[in-house]
């Protein structure tokens, strides 16, 4: 490999966790509900688990797998007259249209959301939140990318960005973070901010199905699923779904068996009526 892949990833993320930890405890947006000492264990221990299994089940990263693609000529950029710099381009707003499909899907599908709705039982909303996710999710979600890399043929060089970019902008739309009004306004025609994402982790059932972007902030306009702002602010806005509001449910234990407890809910698009 040209670079080294785990390295770039590593450092970028304690450089841009950091930050945003430091900035999040200078400008908060909101008053904290929980301490960081009830919410961070167990949203750091699910990052490291997921880091170890995907190292573990799944043998190909999206780089590695897009390297092999260039060489045997896989998908449909490797057979295009592309110049690089478009295809790297490309890839990124491709690769970042097919996360906000997924994530619409997760919502949609009462079985992906009993999985994704472990991202949305967090009862805070901060920097932890954004890699706060359930390790099936994670698994498939890998999977789908390996997928997408392959059938789009997309230069390594621009999976790399994209995923450092992705796993960069995570954070910072999930920080606990006071922006100006006005930057906030201008910055959201670029990438999805805090006040822009945080409409996704309200209770209230619209709005929890409004703003899948994670990135790039053109999808949910373009699609017709933005949302400007909570209805009650951004300050009085409860975080998290109706389930799973206990403290305790904020520990690992809890979290990894949250798909398999309970009724669905009311928040996946079902066809039925809801129960
Ligand atoms: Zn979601
Ligand atoms: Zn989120």
Redo the contacts with the bound molecule.
């Keep these: 490999m040209p670079f080294d892949e785990a390295a770039i990833r590593l450092s970028a993320f304690i450089a841009v966790f950091t930050a945003m930890a430091l900035s999040e405890a200078a400008a908060p947006r909101r008053p904290r509900a929980y301490s960081r000492l009830t919410r961070w264990p167990g949203n750091l221990a699910i990052v490291t688990l997921n880091t170890v299994l995907v190292r573990v089940l799944i043998p190909a990263t999206a780089v590695s797998l897009a390297l092999i693609g260039a060489k045997r000529g896989w998908g449909v950029m490797n057979n295009l007259p592309v110049p690089s710099w478009s295809a790297i381009a490309g890839s990124v707003v491709l690769l970042d249209l097919a996360i906000y499909l997924q994530?619409v899907m997760?919502?949609a599908v009462p079985g992906f959301w009993r999985l994704?709705r472990m991202?949305?039982t967090d009862l805070d909303f901060d920097v932890t939140t954004g890699a706060r996710f359930h390790p099936i999710e994670i698994v498939l979600s890998m999977l789908i990318k390996l997928g997408a890399v392959a059938a789009l043929g997309t230069p390594a060089a621009g999976v790399l960005i994209f995923e450092v970019l992705l796993n960069a902008t995570s954070m910072f739309n999930h920080g606990n973070l006071r922006l100006p009004g006005r930057l906030d306004r201008y910055l959201r025609w670029l990438v999805v901010t805090p006040d822009m994402h945080r409409v996704?982790h309200s209770i209230v059932v619209g709005e929890?199905n409004s703003n899948?972007g994670f990135n790039l902030p053109w999808w949910d306009r373009l699609l017709g699923t933005y949302r400007d702002q909570p209805a009650a602010g951004h300050e009085g806005m409860i975080i998290g779904i109706e389930q799973f509001r206990e403290a305790r449910e904020l520990r690992l234990d809890r979290m990894l068996l949250q798909p398999f407890r309970g009724p669905g809910g009311r928040y996946a698009i079902t066809w039925r009526s809801p129960a």
């Design positions: 994530h997760f919502h994704h991202h949305h996704h929890t899948f």
